[in-house]
């Protein structure tokens, strides 16, 4: 399994970003897909996840009505659109997939929101 995300940076806020996550070595159109954040010292949290299919996804309360979680399973790859960002939207954010308790993560994209 390998997930590589791209598309962090530095923007101001208010502005827009998207973030892709190109996977391979598994039948990605079978597993839900998400995409988690962490901030200096805090947990790292759920931002948003979207079903095999594409037609069920779900958001943490901070980032609903500004983020949207898209896939396409043609290319292997899954999106976070990121509008409206925040500067407490500053955080290295990963691609996940979870599967029976085991998780697998990207190398993480830094996500920095200046305000």
């Known amino acids: 399994v390998q997930l590589v995300e791209s598309g962090g940076g530095l923007v101001h806020a208010g502005g827009s970003l998207r973030l892709s996550c190109a996977a391979s070595?598994?039948?990605?159109?079978?597993?839900?897909m998400n995409w988690y954040r962490q901030a200096p010292g805090k947990e790292r949290e759920l931002v948003a996840a979207?079903?095999?299919?594409?037609?069920?996804?779900k958001y943490a309360d901070s980032v609903k009505g500004r983020f949207t979680i898209s896939r396409d399973n043609a290319k292997n790859t899954v999106y976070l659109q990121m509008n409206s960002l925040r500067p407490e939207d500053t955080a290295v954010y990963y691609c996940n997939r979870r599967t029976g308790g085991h998780d697998y993560w990207g190398q993480g994209t830094q996500v920095t929101v200046s305000s």
């Open positions: 979207i079903g095999s299919g594409g037609g069920t996804t």
């Open positions: 070595g598994f039948p990605f159109s079978s597993y839900t």
